[in-house]
């Protein structure tokens, strides 16, 4: 699904592999599309029966000669956390890449996405980003069901370049990875470049649409990563993930760029300035326009699954996303809590209960007052019978090294059964 962490996957398996395959992206988050939430669900189970018919009965029921590739054309939303549905359609190419892909570039001109046809000036735009940029990101992978959804992008704006297009003119339709190349300079040898793309409705609210990371040390190899020269220019490409987006007629396309992305991606060990020069710097858009033969795709059958298990609850579930902003100690923190409650699940007399405290924190910009801490707490109990776990991890740095803390604690009815702690020091290698 779009709001899943690994959706860029299917989209280099059509691209590379050279055997029979198919390609499906929905709205959904990481689920089985069968429960898929954001909605449409559809009926995968039956998809998945007709595709293993074909290739492992060897039964003669045409699904080869269905499109490759198929996904959901995500229409424009407000931005919230938590969608039932994505308003869009369904959409299909026989091959990817796909000849019915074509290329829109803009230049960045000082907050401007400019037309290629237009003369740009080339100016230097410096950028140091606070570390609140990306407390309203979400999740990198949108686990089980929302709320964890990115959240209106002016909230972040404030601390990155931004570059906005013209009012369109005319609905525009996306399918496939933008792309930024951009030409800069860095203040600091480790440094990172993250790159929003927004839907602006006329009312100012910006939906994030896709997003990109790099880690500069990166800029030409994974494998084998360079420290930036203090000064130089560089040329970088950044591929943004993967995305089927309409932007309406009177929306504005929103390019944002920051030094920092946290908690989503750890910052660079020091604050970073990038210089980013404009008229030398340019973004891209995988434009497809409407095909015809969309409107003649089969559609999916509703969903079905196996009948679930008789289960009664007796705790509610508790959700939430919490930023705090302390200004008196001007310390920031994001609190996720993930409480699924007390589940009995009546044929087998068996209580589960799952609790999950995420906490992300920081001190005004000091880098070495950074901190991801998860508590976990899961229990079963049947009768008299009931175990728990307790486990911590808790991840801070330094210029130099990441620290790891983790305990693990095991109950069997009141008593504790079984204790450890990890402590570790990783150094940090242009990371």
Not at 310 to 317: A, C, E, F, M
């Amino acid at each position: 699904g779009w709001a899943d962490g690994y959706s860029n996957t299917v989209f280099r398996l059509m691209e590379h592999l050279s055997v029979p395959r198919k390609g499906l992206i929905g709205p959904w988050s990481h689920k089985y599309p069968h429960e898929g939430v954001p909605g449409p669900a559809i009926g995968f189970l039956q998809e998945v029966k007709t595709w293993w018919d074909r290739w492992l009965k060897g039964i003669e029921n045409g699904i080869e000669e269905e499109p490759m590739f198929r996904v959901w054309m995500q229409e424009s939303v407000p931005p919230t956390t938590s969608y039932r549905k994505r308003p869009g359609r369904w959409i299909a190419e026989n091959s990817w890449p796909s000849p019915n892909v074509e290329e829109l570039s803009f230049i960045l001109d000082r907050g401007r996405l400019a037309t290629t046809d237009e003369k740009v000036q080339e100016q230097a735009l410096p950028i140091q980003s606070p570390l609140s940029v990306g407390l309203f990101a979400g999740k990198w992978c949108s686990y089980q069901a929302p709320p964890d959804l990115p959240h209106d992008q002016r909230q972040e704006d404030g601390g990155a370049l931004v570059f906005e297009s013209d009012f369109l003119e005319e609905d525009l339709e996306i399918f496939g990875s933008p792309r930024v190349v951009l030409e800069l300079t860095s203040s600091e040898p480790v440094a990172m470049a993250a790159v929003r793309l927004s839907d602006v409705a006329p009312d100012d609210k910006a939906t994030r649409v896709s997003y990109g990371l790099l880690n500069l040390t990166h800029r030409e190899s994974h494998e084998q990563p360079e420290a930036l020269e203090p000064g130089k220019r560089y040329r970088v490409s950044i591929q943004l993930n993967g995305v089927a987006q309409q932007f309406p007629k009177g929306h504005r396309l929103r390019l944002s760029i920051s030094t920092s992305y946290w908690p989503l991606a750890w910052p660079s060990p020091k604050p970073v300035q990038l210089t980013i020069y404009s008229g030398r710097s340019s973004f891209t858009l995988p434009v497809r326009a409407p095909q015809a033969s969309d409107t003649e795709l089969r559609p999916f059958e509703e969903p079905e699954g196996a009948e679930p298990l008789k289960k009664t609850l007796l705790q509610p579930s508790q959700e939430s996303w919490r930023v705090v902003r302390d200004l008196a100690s001007d310390v920031s923190s994001l609190e996720v809590l993930l409480d699924t409650g007390t589940v009995r699940y009546d044929d087998i007399d068996m209580e589960i209960s799952s609790r999950t405290l995420e906490t992300y924190t920081y001190r005004a910009d000091e880098y070495d007052s950074l901190a991801g801490e998860t508590r976990w707490e899961r229990k079963f109990k049947r009768g008299n019978w009931e175990i728990r776990t307790v486990t911590r991890t808790l991840l801070t740095s330094n210029e130099t090294d990441f620290h790891i803390r983790a305990d693990l604690d095991a109950y069997e009815g009141p008593s504790r059964v079984f204790s450890r702690s990890w402590d570790r020091v990783i150094p940090r290698r242009l990371v």
